[in-house]
């Protein structure tokens, strides 16, 4: 009855990308089912058991009715009955154990599966968050895409649970009533459930389908908010550095506003639907006791029929009443899962062709062939850019910023696709390989060092998993690092806060550089590695990255000349166009433009520094 670990794995995103952002009930519904199917069986048989709880439920009032029957004795005749309203006593408390058993025995069987669904919709929309290109990320606030995950994997389970133990037993409920007043009584006592029943539902919807552009509002608003505060804390320094707490405060507040206008009138119109839904069950109740008990004073009906209807009334009119509220939180529920769909409905920039194989290493030989790239149609950053970085060769990139030279390296990785030309790895065009095997190929040692919000030894680590202690240790020592975090209280286990601003700029570096070495790639790129470490720990580290790039294909992006002179070829850009190319002693002698950067950096250095 319970699928196997192998059920987790996740249906494919991209084939709902066609939906709409914003999905109807059916669709979502729709998009709920096949993740029901690995537990049909489960599913089925806790179905069974809501009906046999409600089959009980329903035998009670009809117990009820023949054991007040039963005590309604003539004077004479209660020795001669006695036997009767023991049985049915017993019958009574049967059917009400069988209740619970039933009920708790449907909850056993269907909550795993609320559960493991949540788990399987969240897994999924987390991997497929990491499957989209960088464009989305970087056009996406981070605040409120975590905020449209949490809301959505929440109401996923929360819709399981409302159908199965709420929506599903009080529509059996109803019918059995409704089935049990048409038989037993006159045909205006079901003409009269029916019709407050029709006039209930009716009402609750229209009423809940116009309140539901205020829940939207409040969800908008609510991730609104919630991205505004996560950005001003994540960039805590920025704010302080600009004095800007007041700003960020009125920011933050704005949205709170909206949120609370929002959710005032959400919260009015809550009030007008309960006592909409209170009116037309109190009427329909009222008019049931008093056509029973018209019944029971003409003599059609017993003492124990006007129980019954009564007992009926209150058991159908509790789970009517809380149908009303849990159709309510459906509705919500189905808002707050609009977005989360929306999210895995979009489509992957980049993404594997179909049948692509793990790249082949056979020494990591890297060419860029005419290459043609914008981040935007109508703006081209790379102009037919070709060149080639022979296997276990190192090849420098130099030019002013903005001419191109760290989207080499993104290419290279495949967050973006290139729009004209190719890319290849030993002749193999990179996107006709998988982007897992492309990537582990590939280690980095970024400008832009951003660390997790852990460990010091979690974060070295992190170049591969599964390391141990030792390899993480001597990476560290590999990248001049070791020491510094040895004389820390707390050594590796020391906290690096959020985006790594425990460190300063060089040891955050330096821990990024421990991570590449951890890694060991055969192709290593290093984008301004050494920008952030001072003149002493440059040339240490700079010497250890010459001897880790030893035997390696490695593209050094860098902007201090000094640091590449050892390149077997320097190639400098220019508006995204490769304007010189050569070793640094044939660039020198050239005189061109590479000559004059080198000229103006070496004069500033002989510029005295005043402390």
């Not at 029973?292 to 009443?321: E, F, K, R, W």
Request: aromatic share 8%; proline share 3%.
């Amino acid at each position: 009855m319970r699928p196997s670990s192998a059920s987790l794995d996740l249906p494919v995103a991209d084939r709902h990308s066609a939906l709409p952002a914003a999905h109807s009930t059916r669709a979502t519904l729709a998009r709920l089912l096949p993740y029901l199917r690995p537990w049909r069986w489960r599913v089925g048989t806790a179905l069974a058991c809501l009906l046999a709880a409600k089959l009980a439920n329903i035998g009670v009032p009809l117990l009820l009715k023949h054991l007040v029957d039963a005590l309604d004795l003539k004077p004479g005749d209660a020795r001669g009955a006695l036997a009767v309203p023991v049985a049915l006593l017993v019958g009574y408390g049967a059917l009400r154990l069988s209740v619970t058993l039933f009920t708790e025995l449907r909850e056993f069987l269907f909550y795993p599966v609320a559960a493991r669904i949540a788990r399987r919709v969240s897994l999924q929309a987390f991997n497929h968050l990491l499957a989209l290109s960088l464009r989305f990320h970087l056009e996406r606030q981070t605040g409120g895409v975590s905020r449209d995950m949490e809301r959505g994997a929440r109401s996923i389970q929360s819709l399981l649970n409302y159908t199965i133990y709420n929506i599903l037993p009080t529509l059996v409920e109803i019918a059995l009533v409704i089935g049990v007043l048409s038989t037993r009584f006159n045909g205006w006592f079901a003409a009269i459930a029916f019709g407050a029943l029709a006039l209930y539902i009716g009402f609750t919807v229209t009423v809940t389908e116009w309140r539901t552009q205020y829940r939207r509002a409040m969800n908008e608003q609510d991730s609104k908010a919630s991205t505004k505060a996560i950005d001003a804390l994540i960039n805590y320094e920025t704010v302080k550095y600009f004095s800007n707490e007041q700003f960020e405060q009125t920011r933050y507040d704005d949205n709170l506003q909206r949120l609370e206008r929002a959710s005032v009138k959400s919260q009015t119109s809550l009030s007008l639907l309960n006592l909409g839904q209170s009116s037309i069950i109190a009427t329909a109740v009222t008019l049931l006791v008093w056509r029973a008990t018209l019944g029971v004073v003409d003599g059609s009906l017993t003492l124990g029929d006007l129980v019954l209807v009564n007992a009926l009334m209150i058991q159908l009119y509790i789970p009517l009443n809380f149908l009303g509220v849990i159709y309510r939180e459906i509705k919500q529920s189905m808002i707050d899962m609009e977005k989360m769909f929306a999210l895995l409905s979009v489509h992957r920039e980049v993404a594997d062709v179909p049948g692509a194989l793990p790249l082949a290493h056979r020494g990591g030989t890297v060419r860029f062939e005419h290459v043609q790239f914008g981040y935007d149609d109508d703006r081209t950053i790379l102009h037919d850019l070709s060149f080639e970085i022979p296997a276990g060769r190192t090849v420098a990139v130099v030019g002013a910023s903005g001419a191109g030279k760290s989207t080499l390296a993104r290419l290279m990785f495949r967050f973006y696709d290139v729009t004209g030309g190719r890319i290849t790895i030993d002749g193999q065009d990179i996107r006709s390989v998988t982007q897992l095997s492309l990537r582990q190929a590939i280690g980095i040692v970024p400008q832009d060092t951003v660390l997790f919000n852990d460990t010091v030894e979690y974060n070295i680590a992190y170049g591969r998993a599964g390391a141990s202690r030792a390899e993480v240790e001597a990476a560290a020592h590999a990248a001049h690092i070791h020491d510094f975090i040895a004389s820390t209280p707390l050594g590796y286990a020391t906290q690096v806060g959020e985006r790594g601003l425990k460190l300063s700029g060089g040891e955050k570096q330096r821990v990024a550089i421990a991570r590449t070495l951890l890694k060991n790639p055969p192709i290593l790129i290093f984008d301004e590695a050494t920008s952030a470490l001072d003149s002493t720990n440059e040339r240490a580290i700079q010497s250890e990255l010459q001897g880790v790039a030893r035997n390696k294909t490695a593209l050094v992006i860098a902007h201090r000349l000094s640091t590449v002179v050892d390149a077997h070829q320097i190639l400098v850009m220019a508006a995204g166009r490769i304007v010189e190319r050569g070793t640094h002693a044939q660039l020198l002698a050239q005189g061109g433009e590479y000559a004059r950067m080198w000229q103006l950096q070496q004069a500033s250095k002989e510029i005295p520094q005043v402390e």
